[in-house]
């Protein structure tokens, strides 16, 4: 199983962003995939999950500080988890993972659940 990352960058306050997260190497769609962020200075242990997707149904799940805010969604066709971040703020900023664990059979939200990452894209947000 390989997750890669792209897109993110440096953006303004009030901007868009949108991550995408390549998933090989599963035949399953019992799978779900988390959204996870760093922020500078704090340790893997803090990463704070952001969005969840749970790819057999389709449901998701966000953190309070996301929501309404960030969508997290699947195009199943091309293997594909996305995370588009609409009206970012400076706090937003920081290293953002995808992850996904195999498997399973509902929303999973712990980082400690997830087997796979990817390698870590950077979102930096400027007042």
């Known amino acids: 199983v390989q997750l890669v990352q792209s897109g993110g960058g440096s953006v303004q306050a009030g901007g868009s962003l949108r991550l995408s997260c390549a998933l090989s190497?599963?035949?399953?769609?019992?799978?779900?995939v988390g959204w996870f962020r760093q922020t500078p200075g704090k340790e893997r242990e803090e990463r704070e999950g952001?969005?969840?997707?749970?790819?057999?149904?389709?449901?998701?799940d966000y953190a309070d500080s996301v929501r309404d805010r960030f969508i997290v969604s699947q195009d199943n066709a091309k293997n594909m988890v996305y995370l588009q971040m609409n009206s970012l703020k400076p706090e937003d900023t920081a290293m953002y993972y995808c992850?996904?664990?195999?498997?399973?059979?509902?929303?999973?939200?712990?980082?400690?659940?997830?087997?796979?990452w990817g390698q870590g894209t950077q979102v930096t947000v400027s007042s």
């Open positions: 190497g599963i035949t399953t769609d019992s799978v779900c």
């Open positions: 952001v969005a969840f997707i749970y790819i057999a149904r389709g449901t998701t």
């Open positions: 992850a996904a664990v195999v498997g399973v059979r509902w929303l999973l939200r712990s980082q400690y659940e997830f087997d796979y």
